[in-house]
């Protein structure tokens, strides 16, 4: 278990740098989308087989990859939501809703698991959380890329 955990652990950092790198490259919506499409391409398969422990680590780095992609745009994102007066308080509120409701799927799918199996109802939560995170990408108002430099020089000419 030390071994799945520890690839999934170095996909997620690997996750976060692959995620600020394609947020500067392609957008901060762009990048959500791509974490909303291949995350359940990458997640299921490892969820609805019934795998041995060696083929069930397979996929456990590029789980951690597409698991934590979005989080690097999704700060950024979120931040120019809000004028400078609330930013920090509507960024904090937005994040945290969606951590909320994001808390509801561990418990429902532990729920649902007598069922229909642990894994079947993982997979299924899993696969509306990824469709709640390509609709919320589409509806999510994107600003334009700027350099540092340039909104330092924003900032100072206020």
């Known amino acids: 278990m030390g071994a799945t955990l520890g690839l999934t652990i170095a996909g997620a950092f690997a996750g ?3 995620g600020a790198w394609l947020t500067d490259a392609l957008g901060r919506r762009r990048t959500l989308m ?3 499409f291949v995350g359940p391409i990458v997640v299921l398969p490892g969820l609805l087989l019934d795998a041995r ?3 069930f680590r397979l996929p456990c780095f590029p789980h951690g990859v597409v698991s934590i992609i979005h989080f690097s745009a999704l700060g950024p994102l979120l931040s120019e939501q809000f004028p400078t ?9 937005a994040y945290n809703i969606g951590r909320g409701i994001g808390a509801v799927f561990p418990a429902a799918a532990g729920l649902l698991a007598h069922r229909i199996g642990l894994m079947a109802a993982v997979g299924g939560f ?20 700027r350099e540092l430099d340039e ?8």
């Open 16 to 18: 976060y740098l692959a």
């Open 85 to 93: 007066e609330v930013r920090a308080t509507g960024h904090a509120f």
């Open 53 to 55: 422990p060696l083929i």
């Open 126 to 145: 899993t696969t509306v959380a990824y469709a709640v995170l390509a609709v919320g990408a589409l509806l999510i108002k994107e600003g334009p890329v």
């Open 151 to 158: 909104v330092s020089a924003m900032e100072a000419n206020r």
């Open 34 to 36: 791509i974490g909303a």
